[in-house]
T-cell receptor, first 115, second 110 residues
Framework: NAGVMQNPRHLVRRRGQEARLRCSPM?????VYWYRQLPEEGLKFMVY????????ESGMPKERFSAEFPKEGPSILRIQQVVRGDSAAYFC?????????????FGSGTRLTVV | TQLLEQSPQFLSIQEGENLTVYCNSS?????LQWYRQEPGEGPVLLVT?????EVKKLKRLTFQFGDARKDSSLHITAAQPGDTGLYLC??????????FGTGTSLTVIP
């Protein structure tokens, strides 16, 4: 399967716990983007990463949220001390160099529920 | 802030009917993308339109980019239940991110 892989598909966390969402980009893609989709809202940009670098995190909340894309392994979106408002679908997308402006390949998402 | 407004928000039609959904903005975009998202899945890229006035066809789907590159439309001919889903338009911002419209939720009734 050469698609964008996200796991877990569903994640339930109690308020105050940590959530870790993983994304493996398509083979050959070195650019990763994270988006959040809230009920009744569109997809909102969170962060854009290349290997070992955060390029644009303008859409990410300043507190409790962090993202990384290490040299080896998947990209990780980490949410500390989750609150009910963090419940949403989180999507990862990838692209090759210079290809992102023409559209993304998205993963199937992680649906986070905070109880 | 570049804003993409999609209409209608919800659309329910019978199988075999034709339909058009719209994506409008007051801003000029270098390109616009259309995605379809099915429940529980991620958006799937359908098409990218780049040139003002451009028309692209994908089987029964026809995509048009406005001459001024501020709007786009998606026309579906003879809709089928498999066309059911959320249709999203998106345009690139000044960075490497896309601004997404809130979508048109289409239901095709057999």
């Amino acid at each position: 399967n050469a698609g964008v892989m996200q796991n877990p598909r569903h994640l339930v966390r109690r308020r105050g716990q940590e959530a870790r969402l993983r994304c493996s980009p398509m083979k050959g893609h070195s650019h990763v983007y994270w988006y959040r989709q809230l009920p009744e809202e569109g997809l909102k940009f969170m962060v854009y990463l290349q290997k070992e670098n955060i390029i644009d995190e303008s859409g990410m909340p300043k507190e409790r949220f962090s993202a990384e894309f290490p040299k080896e392994g998947p990209s990780i979106l980490r949410i500390q001390q989750v609150v009910r408002g963090d419940s949403a679908a989180y999507f990862c997308a990838s692209s090759g160099p210079g290809q992102g402006t023409y559209g993304y390949t998205f993963g199937s998402g992680t649906r986070l529920t905070v109880v | 802030t570049q804003l993409l407004e999609q209409s209608p928000q919800f659309l329910s039609i019978q199988e075999g009917e034709n339909l058009t959904v719209y994506c409008n903005s007051s801003s000029v975009f270098s390109s616009l993308q259309w995605y379809r998202q099915e429940p529980g899945e991620g958006p799937v890229l359908l098409v990218t339109v780049v040139t003002g006035g451009e028309v692209k066809k994908l089987k029964r789907l026809t995509f048009q980019f406005g001459d001024a590159r501020k709007d786009s439309s998606l026309h579906i001919t003879a809709a089928q239940p498999g066309d059911t889903g959320l249709y999203l338009c998106a345009g690139p911002t000044t960075g490497n991110q896309f601004y997404f419209g809130t979508g048109t939720s289409l239901t095709v009734i057999p």
